[in-house]
């Protein structure tokens, strides 16, 4: 079973639609949780960034984290024709040592649609 | 334009040879990782390193090394090359070692091997 499950879509959507993606995880250590997107032929682009549970919004997109489900969603408002990309999921785990290592989600295909 | 620069894009190689990647990060930051993508693993940790010095380790094969120059560049090695090491290999570079620090991509590089 791999630590971090992302449903690995595609989704379909219409220009318009609210989105929402969500990675679910097994390891209560992680502490720190992003979203980073990525479109075809180009690396991941860091979109959101939280700490322990809670939410955070930023223009168009929300993220939120559910310690106790161990469970993280993004929203994206008013999504766009442009937002057609690869969303992944990524968290790192508080250690004793250094080291900032990211687990990462599998992504989700979203296409939106004019 | 995350900042962060690799190259070269593309390198198509065959079995049994020997390619370098490298990767010069963010202005000011000083840690570097590695990571690849394949289509049925998503992105794997390979290595870190801070300021020259490795930090951690992940899945990273024997055949695989990498280091850090003086002038905080990277490098990644990989040798004895196989059918299944064909795979986007991703840089990323945070400004500090310590978990939880937001990492920032590059665009890749694709090798293939023949």
């Given at each position: 079973q791999k630590e971090v499950e992302q449903d690995p879509g595609p989704l379909s959507v219409p220009e318009g639609a609210i989105v929402s993606l969500n990675c679910t995880y097994s390891?209560?250590?992680?502490?720190y949780f992003m979203w980073y997107r990525q479109y075809s032929r180009k690396g991941p682009e860091l979109l959101m960034y939280t700490y322990s549970s809670g939410n955070k919004e930023d223009g168009r997109f929300t993220a939120q984290v559910d310690k106790s489900s161990k469970y993280i969603s993004l929203f994206i408002r008013d999504?766009?024709?442009?937002?057609?990309a690869t969303y992944l999921c990524a968290m790192s785990q508080i250690n004793t040592g250094t080291a900032s290592k990211l687990t990462f989600g599998t992504g989700t295909r979203l296409q939106v649609t004019l | 334009d995350s900042g962060v620069t690799q190259t070269p894009k593309h390198l198509i190689t065959a079995t049994g040879q020997r390619v370098t990647l490298r990767c010069s990060p963010r202005s000011g930051d000083l840690s570097v990782y590695w990571y690849q993508q394949s289509l049925d693993q998503g992105l794997q940790f390979l290595i870190q390193y801070y300021n020259g010095e490795e930090r951690a380790k992940g899945n990273i094969l024997e055949r695989f090394s990498a280091q850090q120059f003086p002038d905080l560049h990277s490098e990644l090695n990989l040798s004895?090359?196989?059918?299944?090491?064909?795979a986007l290999y991703f840089c990323a570079s945070s400004?500090?070692?310590?978990?939880g620090q937001p990492q920032h991509f590059g665009d890749g590089t694709r090798l293939s091997i023949l």
């Open positions: 390891n209560s250590a992680f502490q999504s766009q024709p442009s937002d057609s | 004895s090359l196989e059918l299944g090491d064909s400004v500090g070692s310590r978990e």
